[in-house]
């Protein structure tokens, strides 16, 4: 049981991470930024599943 925790709690890590650093990557501004982050560290899933749905875009994203 421990051990599927602690796979889903790495997922979890890994899809923050890649939240974050697209967040950081958009052409949104500054003060969109910290506030994006701020909920995905606070709120990690739903800070994640929020930030999916309605968060600012990578410029790398050009479709």
Do not use: Y
């Amino acid at each position: 049981m421990f051990e599927i925790a602690g796979l889903g709690s790495l997922i979890l890590l890994v899809l923050c991470l890649w939240a974050i650093i697209s967040i950081l990557g958009s052409s949104a501004t500054t003060g969109t930024k910290v506030l994006w982050v701020l909920l995905v560290i606070l709120l990690p899933l739903i800070g994640f599943i929020l930030w999916l749905s309605f968060g600012p875009r990578s410029t790398a994203r050009q479709t």
